[in-house]
Each structure stands twice: as C-alpha cells, then as structure tokens.
C-alpha cells in the first residue's frame, strides 16, 4: 500500500571544509660548497584524457597519469545548457588531448550534453552510468551505458531485508524520477511482495524535508508499524531507504540510532563514505566501525560497489583504455575487470541489457550488480 504525501525535492546545502596540510622540509643532504646545487623538477602533467561528470568536483585516485582526469560537477538545478556542468564539458572538449567523458549518477538531461559532444567532437568515447532518460534515447547518445541491474539487484536488496530480519520497506522519494529509478522502484515492490515483505512508498514533501534525520527516520518508523499492523504481520524491525542520494548518509546514521534498518537503496553523492572511511577499501570496515562506536541498536546493509567514486574511477580507468584499445569499451570481461580493480572485495556480475517490450539486445548498454554487504553478517552472495 503506497503512502503519497506531497512532492518535493530535497535541497541538501553541502559545506565543503578545505584543510590545510603544514609541509616539512626534509634535512639537506651534504654538498660540495662549491658546486651549486641542483634545482628540484618537477614532472610536467600529462594534457587532459579523461573528463568526469558528478554531483560533486570531488578528487579520484585512479590509475591516470597526473593532469589526464579532470572531475567537474554538474552543477545546481535542472541540468541543460545553461549549468556550469554543461558549459564546462563543451569547453573541455575544445582540448583535443581530451578522448572520453564519463557521466556518474547520470541526470536528466545527460543524453542532450553527449549530442552537442557528438556534434563538437565526433570521436570522444561517450560513457554514462545510468541512464535517466529514456533508455534507447541513452543507448543512442553513448558509446557505452553502465546500469544497475533492477531485477537482480531487487532480488539482492531483498535477501539482505531478510538477513537484516526485517518485516519490510518503507521507501521515500519523489513522485516523477526518471524511468531507471521508477523499473528499480517496481522490482523491488515485486521481489519483496513475493517473499512475504511489505512495501510502501512515502513522497517526501516540503515538511518531511525540513524535519531532522532521526525525527523523519521516527515517522517512517510509524508509517511501517502501521504497515505492518494493516498486512497482518508480526512487529518486526521496519526497514528504511530512499532514493535522494543526498539523504542517505543522514538515514543510514539516523535508523542506526533509532533501532531501524537501513537498506540503501541510492549511494550518497561522490566524495561522502559512509563512517567516514579514509579510502575506498575500507568501506565495510567503516560502517562496522561507526555502528559499534555510536551504540547502534539498529542494523544496516548496502552496496560498496555502487559507490559513485568507484565506479566514476573503473569508467574512467575503462574509457582511459578503450582511446588505445576501442574494441576494450564494449567487453564485459574487461568492464568488469575494471570494476574488480576498483572493489576488488566483493564479488560483482554484469548482464546485457535487453529492451524489456521488444527483447532486442542492446550491446552498448551492459547491467552489473556488486555484491551487498550487510552489518555484523559481512557480504552476501549474489543471487
């Protein structure tokens, strides 16, 4: 049964803290006083190769010499040709060192950006992750497409509710979100309906955005409870999760507090880990670790590798490879070798995507799903 509240969208003001690091000056070595001694030089970075798009110009350590990847941000409000974003990828593309750009968490509007690429520069590899507009519309603009697996990931998301014990899903977003969003949203109504589990959706409106986490983790708590009662189940740990990128940080933090379970069901913006993990690697460790520091009595399960910073680090590392090699681009075992080297922990599947009315296959466009990871019980097979 879908609770519908009215629509809204979640204007999440983001402080960037810039840190200054004091350097020390190493002791000199000993030197002939009458020999001057040499000036250090420093390598001259390498001209610009790759070009990546996300929410946030946040660094990526990816295998790229110094100076080839450049990360911008898509910029506020609706993207088009009048965002920063835009504007700065049409004038990076005006570099002819440049030879991919990669789309992260793709937004409305991607697909128009990739056609004033194409037109400018006709040779550029195109990569998206994600398709919101349209999907054929998005095979057509891109060279390669990288989606979630809806299907499989649903049926992923639904063995972790379990493991979690969880009675079911309360989920919050928006009402109209793109097609990708809205076929993940109804597998997963699916896959938990099927094994027993309820599922609810809650529109976020403009009183629920401006309520503090903990305070909107409680009423969706209430919104499950009742859910629950009304199906006839036995009381049991709701589940929360939400699509708005931008909450889910603040949700994983606010049902570990409150005695919920978190199951992610969009990863936060690129540049924020969960627990604050100083690398990628230590992903898992970090929420395991922020869960016993605060006390948590709740539980929560997620997904490292849709992890905007790691994927944006296998596409670009992927694109990199495919300017030298083209047939690169389109092989799933090079995709997904790319994607190992950059979460090498858990495992990882790709499927071809197939159009869901006339079945044809689409070989630009791939589908992968990483494997979850669940507090306290580690990380769970793939289904």
């Not at 004033?116 to 195109?126: D, Q, S, T, Y």
């Not at 309820?198 to 403009?206: M, N, R």
């Not at 680090?313 to 083209?326: C, D, G, S, Y």
């Amino acid at each position: 049964m879908d609770h519908r509240l009215r629509i809204g969208r979640l204007l999440a003001a983001i402080a960037f803290v810039s840190c200054a690091f004091a350097s020390c000056a190493p002791e000199s070595a000993a030197v002939d006083p009458g020999v001057e001694p040499a000036a250090e030089e420093s390598l001259p970075e390498a001209p610009l190769a790759v070009l990546v798009l996300a929410d946030r110009a946040a660094p990526l350590k990816a295998a790229l010499p110094a100076g080839a990847l450049r990360v911008l941000a898509y910029g506020p409000g609706r993207f088009g040709p009048d965002s920063p974003g835009w504007r700065a990828a049409l004038a990076a593309a005006e570099e002819e060192s440049l030879r991919a750009v990669v789309a992260v968490g793709s937004p409305l509007g991607t697909v128009g950006l990739f056609e004033a690429l194409r037109e400018a520069r006709p040779e550029l590899i195109l990569v998206s992750e994600g398709y919101p507009d349209d999907a054929l519309a998005m095979q057509a603009a891109a060279d390669l497409v990288l989606g979630l697996n809806p299907k499989a990931w649903a049926e992923s998301a639904t063995r972790a509710a379990l493991a979690m014990e969880a009675g079911g899903l309360i989920l919050t977003g928006v009402r109209a979100p793109g097609p990708a969003v809205l076929a993940k949203r109804e597998a997963l109504r699916t896959a938990l309906e099927a094994r027993g589990l309820f599922f609810a959706f809650v529109e976020l409106g403009s009183r629920e955005l401006r309520l503090e986490a903990n305070a909107l983790a409680r009423e969706l708590a209430k919104a499950a409870a009742g859910e629950s009662a009304s199906a006839g189940g036995a009381a049991a740990r709701p589940a929360i999760g939400t699509e708005l990128s931008e909450l889910s940080e603040r949700l994983l933090y606010a049902a570990l507090d409150e005695g919920l379970s978190y199951l992610e069901c969009a990863p936060p913006p690129l540049g924020l880990r969960y627990g604050g993990a100083e690398e990628p690697a230590e992903l898992a460790r970090a929420l395991d670790a922020l869960a016993l520091a605060r006390g948590a009595r709740g539980r929560a399960a997620f997904w490292p590798g849709r992890s905007q910073e790691l994927l944006a680090v296998a596409l670009a590392e992927h694109a990199f490879a495919a300017a030298a090699m083209p047939l690169v681009l389109r092989d799933e075992a090079a995709l997904l070798a790319a994607l190992k080297r950059a979460y090498p922990y858990a495992a990882c599947s790709l499927a071809t995507y197939h159009d869901p009315d006339s079945g044809v296959r689409a070989r630009n466009h791939i589908l992968y799903l990483p494997g979850a990871y669940a507090f306290g019980r580690g990380f769970l097979p793939l289904p």
